[in-house]
Nanobody, 124 residues
Framework: QLPLVESGGGLVQPGGSLRLSCAASRFTLAHYAFGWFRQAPGKEREGVSCISQSGDTTNYADSVKGRFSISRDTAESTVYLQMNALRPEDTAVYYC?????????????????WGQGTQVTVSS
């Protein structure tokens, strides 16, 4: 069983919203930085948004700034990605990842723990 389980993906029209969830019950959230990454067909996996170990610092890819928001619920051991104003170019498989670090530059190489991914398709 993978240590992280994503859910919440689906098909949405342009301009719509989705909220992705990452169940991380095997992790103590306060000890890990978490990130959301995505991979579109034929493209490399890229960082979308990350949150620091303390939860005080977040970062976002330029392409999603102002539209996406990362958060976490330590009581529920869940990390979220709220996605608003979705565009066709946001279509990808979205992955949750964890790293035992305090802060992160939100690069793939920093994260050893991954979920299986959830498909997000933005299309009319």
């Amino acid at each position: 069983q993978l240590p992280l389980v994503e859910s919440g993906g689906g098909l949405v029209q342009p301009g719509g919203s989705l909220r992705l969830s990452c169940a991380a019950s095997r992790f103590t959230l306060a000890h890990y930085a978490f990130g959301w990454f995505r991979q579109a067909p034929g493209k490399e996996r890229e960082g979308v948004s990350c949150i620091s170990q303390s939860g005080d610092t977040t970062n976002y890819a330029d392409s999603v700034k102002g539209r996406f928001s990362i958060s976490r619920d330590t009581a529920e051991s869940t990390v979220y990605l709220q996605m608003n104003a979705l565009r066709p170019e946001d279509t990808a498989v979205y992955y949750c990842a964890a790293a035992l670090v305090s802060t992160t530059a939100c690069t793939v190489y920093e994260f050893p723990y991954w979920g299986q991914g959830t498909q997000v398709t933005v299309s009319s």
